[in-house]
């Protein structure tokens, strides 16, 4: 983090508007453009991440130097929490830290990590409600604190960024396969009456602009109204193709050419098909919530398959990042234990560790000189 940090401001919209807004709240004036005249109520981003802003500048300073530095500490407690979590969800350690390692070193998590963006500390959160919900005792009591931790961690995932309603879901729709009916009610309830202050605020104010952008044509162009049912599916087959050609293997691997623009050729194809698929090899040999990390990976497909094709990059897939690694990683390596085991020659699997170095530097395999 120390070694990508660039102390001079990089002009990011977004970021701009959460320091403006954690300031706004750290001087007490409320969820609103203070730097504006009119100081403009606020319906968008979510309070979440402009709160934290406001906290470290009430416990340590208001220069964006620091707010950003924050961000490396977010980062870090989430690398933490992944290891463990990976280590629960697959029953190791050693694939745990070669799958934290790869989180550790991928180049947008970094990047987003040394902005001011809500990226570093949606992981965090989010990572800590999926490690909680894995302490969950089969019995139903809530006499420990994890049920009530779950929840906290829930509302704050969701107060960061928007795309926490996926892990809601998620968990809701794990506790009703386990029909655990007083966990359903306890989180479902606790959630809408912690999130229904901030709905009513932005419907006072006009309006969630995350809904209508969502099922907006095109956000920067109001005009051409909301999204039919017939410009539906036209929209989903746009954004899957994408995320397998371009996404997937740049959150993954950091290598595919940016230029929205150009054309993509069978290369970018191969890869992508490639890594989706190990990815969910991989996880489907979890051993322990599966059907969890499942339920989520889907439900944040869902939400960024209807997503305005409009807005292309990997910053809606990084929540999905960590767990994307952890399949690659593990699938991987099932796969070259199973390849062994089935010619049963030793020999078979050294070849086969130069897989991670074919797969990182793809694009200059050609250039190779044996």
């Known amino acids: 983090w120390a070694y990508t940090f660039i102390e001079h401001l990089i002009a990011v919209e977004d970021g701009a508007l959460y320091y403006v807004l ?26 979440g991440y402009p709160a934290l802003i406001a906290a470290t500048m009430a416990l340590w300073s208001s220069d964006m130097i620091a707010v950003r530095t924050a961000n490396a500490g977010y980062l870090g407690g989430a690398i ?20 934290t390692l790869a989180v550790v070193v991928n180049a947008h998590l970094l990047h987003k990590s040394m902005l001011m963006m809500s990226e570093s500390s949606f992981l965090l959160f989010s990572t800590a409600s999926l490690l909680l919900f894995t302490y969950l005792r089969a019995e139903e ?20 960024r928007t795309m926490g309603i996926a892990l809601v879901v998620a968990i809701c729709l794990e506790l009703i396969c386990q029909r655990r009916w007083r966990y359903v009610a306890f989180i479902s309830t606790g959630f809408v009456l912690s999130s229904l202050p901030w709905y009513l605020w932005g419907r006072s104010k006009g309006g969630n602009a995350y809904v209508g952008q969502l099922f907006s044509v095109d956000p920067y162009q109001p005009d051409l109204g909301s999204l ?21 293997p740049d959150g993954l691997l950091y290598y595919v050419d940016r230029n929205w623009k150009a054309g993509v050729n069978t290369q970018d194809w191969i890869v992508g098909i490639l890594l989706v698929s190990l990815a ?3 996880l489907h040999q ?10 989520y990976l889907a439900a944040t497909a869902g939400v960024l398959l209807l997503w305005p094709p409009v807005w292309v990059g990997t910053r809606f897939l990084q929540p999905a990042i960590p767990l994307l690694l952890l399949g690659a990683t593990i699938g991987l390596f099932a ?22 170095v074919l797969c990182i530097y793809g694009p200059d395999v050609m250039h190779l000189r044996w």
């Open 141 to 160: 009591t809530f006499r420990k604190p994890h049920i009530y931790l779950l929840l906290l961690g829930l509302v704050s995932t969701y107060h960061i």
């Open 335 to 356: 796969l070259g234990r199973r390849i062994v085991r089935a010619i049963n020659e030793a020999w078979v699997f050294h070849p086969l560790m130069l897989l991670p």
């Open 286 to 295: 979890l051993t322990s919530h599966r059907r969890l990390i499942t339920f």
């Open 22 to 47: 954690g300031k706004a709240l750290y001087l007490g004036e409320g969820y609103v453009s203070i730097n504006t005249p009119a100081a403009t109520p606020v319906t968008s981003p979510p309070p």
């Open 80 to 99: 933490v929490l992944l290891f463990v979590l990976f280590s629960r969800l697959h029953g190791g350690r050693h694939l745990a830290f070669v799958a």
């Open 280 to 282: 969910t090899f991989g």
């Open 228 to 248: 039919g049912l017939g410009d539906l599916l036209p929209r989903v087959l746009e954004n899957l193709q994408r995320y397998i050609y371009r996404e997937i």
